[in-house]
């Protein structure tokens, strides 16, 4: 679960985000635009275009803000037995899934847009777009995931398709079979969907490894943490670019690291090893040879 904004222009009823969850399985998006994204609005979000309509979920996975944290959302997911997990502070693609569907949901409703302050209008078109097209994750659409059938499409309404006038002609308890035989198919066409995300994070995985060099951490090295944009921002515009010396207390094999200051005082998140130098900063933080 992700939030888009703030948006400028504002929409014409005053909405400047877009409170953006997507199923990590089928793909299928839920999405709403309100003017502030309180923990009220997150809460209700969950309740009722989540819970309500789909079932309680395993887990979901936000990133550190306040407004996706707090007491609301803990104490609704404990009453539900919602397993609620965080993503690494700064780290956009520990949260990968959400952070692609908001891109295409944006290119979408900069298409459709008019007068740039009617996105709001244009959301659940965006929405209906997003769900019925194939994802190339899954080899489907997500509505066939969730409905076990193809939705009717906007533009089949004016050009019948061949799959409607087929539907037409058939008598009413065979337009039921038909129906059924879908219902019984659903099962497994999301394991074929299964079986095809995983030949396709396989053929990622593979092209990711060939361009990435591994950046080995051992317990004990000293390293400089990069600042971020924001931390930027509240210390000076003449801040270095990083702070530090901290130590790794422990490494794990997907990159991410646990660090100390050397007060041995552990940091309260976990930081990914590409946020990181390891070695000797030189004065003004500009690296030196010895850093890897």
């Known amino acids: 679960m992700d939030v888009i904004g703030p948006i400028e222009p504002k929409a014409s009823n005053g909405h400047r ?4 969850a997507i199923d990590y399985f089928t793909k299928w998006v839920e999405a709403t ?6 923990r009220k609005v997150v809460v209700n979000f969950v309740r009722k275009n989540i819970i309500c309509c789909y079932g309680i979920p395993d887990k979901i996975i936000t990133n550190n803000g306040s407004n996706l944290n707090n007491k609301m959302m803990t104490e609704l997911c404990d009453s539900f ?8 502070p700064y780290r956009p693609k520990m949260n990968g899934a959400v ?5 295409n949901i944006k290119k979408i409703i900069q298409k459709m847009v008019v007068t740039h302050k009617d996105w709001h209008e244009m959301l659940p078109y965006a929405l209906h777009g997003y769900r019925t097209s194939v994802r190339t994750s899954t080899g489907a659409t997500p509505f066939s995931l969730v409905y076990g059938m193809e939705a009717v499409l ?6 019948p398709s061949l799959r409607l006038l087929t539907e037409a002609k058939l008598p009413e308890n065979e337009w039921v079979q038909t129906r059924f035989d879908q219902l019984n198919l659903i099962e497994e066409k999301r394991l074929d969907a299964i079986c095809h ?16 060099q591994p950046r080995p951490f051992e317990e004990g090295d000293l390293v400089h943490l990069k600042l971020l944009p924001a931390q930027k ?11 530090g010396p901290y130590m790794v207390k422990r490494a794990f094999s997907g990159g991410a690291l646990i660090l100390t200051n ?9 930081v990914n090893s590409d946020a990181v130098l390891l070695g000797i900063i030189c004065p003004k933080t500009i690296p030196c040879s010895t850093m890897k």
């Open 262 to 270: 050397m007060d041995g005082e552990e940091l309260a998140y976990l």
């Open 17 to 20: 985000f877009i409170l953006v």
């Open 81 to 88: 037995k919602i397993q609620h997990h965080n993503s690494s």
């Open 33 to 38: 635009s309100c003017a502030h994204v309180t």
């Open 197 to 212: 995300g995983q030949t396709y994070q396989r053929r990622i995985k593979r092209a990711f490894d060939k361009r990435v």
């Open 99 to 103: 952070e692609a569907a908001n891109k």
């Open 233 to 243: 921002d509240k210390i000076g515009k003449w801040t270095p670019n990083y702070e």
């Open 154 to 159: 906007p533009i089949e309404a004016e050009i």
